[in-house]
């Protein structure tokens, strides 16, 4: 049996630094380094529904999010690129596992007790709350045994593995996989420009695809505190951007030489660190603009991905409702 991996990212506007270190690289990385493997990266548009609810936007994310999986590398002919509102079958599976999920249960994810931490519990939608749940059918559908996620989505892998075993003992089968996460220690959280977790709520952001002025603006706006010779919300940020093109001990090098060659010149730094930003930035935004101006490309890779996952879905809850006793 092929080995199965599997992601997908919500389209909620433009992707930056911390989902890409943090997981989208991780996709290129296994689609070229799995060669054998089965690999599904897909638009989680019903995900992204609980915050986008704007037609318009909907469609102009989800063809973004398109060009932005190509733009860093992921190929239609190694990898399955898929939307998820275009398989049925994620939201029906989603309905089954409703019905064994207890409400505490779900109450124990972080991100609903994060929103209610924000907010409120009655300014939750039921979307929200059951995220997981179509998290574990997205997921379990396809008998995934790698899930590329950043550590903010670990739990709700365990949450998936978790489904997956209750459903196995209450309908007395080995319908699904327990899937694992894959998650890169180095990246799991990748810090914003303020050191928190880079994160747009926290409008603390690099774009993946930000232009030159935008790049200048933003690292000329990182917050530094004014002692200390290293400012680490800098320094973090260059130390994942050298991560992309080279291999750890040379990026400590580089990254000890530039500090202290610039101990305490903070603008220096900032600067320094621009620089990289741009260069690592600049060719991915050239591939994607050149990608932009196929009209037709994303519908065609959609099409494709469609025709591809669709049949593993459809087999696959053939199974699930025999277990359940439906067929
Ligand atoms: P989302 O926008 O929630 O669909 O996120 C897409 C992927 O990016 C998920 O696997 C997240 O775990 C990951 N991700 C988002 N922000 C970060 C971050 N600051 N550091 C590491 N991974 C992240």
Redesign the pocket.
Known sequence: MSKIIL????P?GR??I??Y????KQFVDLQNSEPEAIKYFFV?DY?ALNLIQNAEEMRQHSRDIVLDFLAIGLDPNKSIIFKQSDILEHTELCWIFDAITTVPYLKRAHAYKDAVAKGGEEIINVGTFNYPMLMAADILLYDTDLV??????KQHVEFARDTAEKFNRVFDSETFKLPEPYILPN??????TDGQ???KSYKNTIPLFADDEEIEKIVMGIVTDSTGEKPQNVYNIHKIILSANNASDVVQDKLQKIYEENKGKYKNLKEILIEDLKNFIRPLREKRAELAKDEELVNNILKVGREKAGPVATEKMKQIKKAIGVI
Do not use: L, R, Y
């Open positions: 992601s997908g990212v919500k909620t992707p930056h911390g989902n270190f943090g997981a989208m989680a995900h590329p996620v950043g550590k903010d989505q990246v799991e959280i990748v810090p914003g977790k880079m994160s």
